[in-house]
């Protein structure tokens, strides 16, 4: 969470929740979804953004159908994917966005990071910062997992 808010910063546009922190233990979406929906009421829109490799697995989601009535969807198309959708009913909320392919990952992040590779520009300064003090990822590991 703290990479996070250093990433995010000060910009007005953006604002970090430590729900699922607080939530403790596993976290899913369709929890997530329906504490917004009760702290935000029925009329406010909520909207899922993703890539196209998560879009593509919500049907292994816990309880999908209920994300899917509580949300739109917001999805990059990423590429590697098919442009497949899923069934009439996600892809009636759904929005394909084309973004600019950046091919940066928290994987990626990490394997660089356990063999000593340069982080810039991948990350906010703020946040290789953090990472280089803090040491937030085991030692000789990429990290998956935390």
């Known amino acids: 969470m703290a ?4 990433a995010v910063g000060n910009h007005p546009a953006f604002e970090v929740s430590d729900l ?10 369709v929890d997530t ?12 829109e909520l909207w899922l953004l993703s890539g196209m490799d998560a879009y593509l697995d919500i049907p292994a989601w ?19 994917y098919d442009d497949r959708r899923l ?3 996600f892809e009636a909320r759904t929005r394909f966005v084309n973004i ?37 990822y085991p030692s000789g590991e990429s990290g998956e997992g935390t």
Do not use: N, Q
Request: aromatic letters at 4%; charged letters at 35%; proline letters at 5%.
């Open 87 to 89: 069934s009439a009913s």
């Open 3 to 6: 990479m996070v808010e250093l």
């Open 20 to 29: 699922e922190i607080r939530r403790g233990g596993v976290s899913y979406t």
């Open 100 to 136: 600019t392919s950046v091919d940066i990952s928290s994987t990626g992040i990490r394997d660089r990071l356990r063999d000593g590779k340069s982080i810039r520009y991948m990350v906010p300064d703020a946040v290789e910062d953090y990472i280089r003090t803090r040491r937030p």
């Open 33 to 44: 979804v329906r504490h917004l929906r009760e702290e935000m009421g029925k009329d406010t």
């Open 62 to 80: 816990k309880d999908p159908d209920v994300v899917l009535a509580e949300c739109h969807f917001a999805v990059a198309r990423r590429p590697g």
